[in-house]
């Protein structure tokens, strides 16, 4: 995924957590700390460890600062409930490829979001 950013020169600061609950914990942080802010754009995976990626969604749609962030869900599920309810959440919905050519086409959906919301 990093690669897919730095293919599109995206001007991102990347922040990695390894499961659900540090994801949480980014969000509760950028909510009590003036110093710490939203992420810019967050890749949810939907079977994050310890708390799944709509469970994160669901968190950052409650947050009165960190709403706003576009969020895709990047994931290897190709079930229809999943798109739905990301779709209904208002996340972008990328299934893992199994290519490395496949990922960098996610820059470009990166690309069009950030656009689409302002970001960019």
Not at 96 to 113: E, I, M, Q, W
């Amino acid at each position: 995924m990093r690669e897919a950013i730095r293919e599109e020169k995206l001007p991102l600061e990347v922040h990695v957590v390894s499961d659900g609950q540090q994801a949480l914990e980014f969000i509760e942080r950028a909510e009590t700390h003036a110093d710490a802010p939203c992420p810019q754009i967050a890749l949810l995976d939907l079977n994050l460890p310890k708390r799944n990626g709509f469970e994160v969604l669901e968190r950052l749609r409650a947050s009165p600062k960190c709403n706003g962030v576009p969020v895709v869900i990047v994931t290897s599920s190709d079930a229809p409930a999943d798109l739905q309810r990301a779709t209904e959440m208002g996340a972008g919905y990328f299934r893992k490829p199994a290519s490395y050519s496949g990922f960098l086409k996610l820059g470009d959906v990166l690309r069009r979001l950030m656009i689409e919301t302002g970001a960019l």
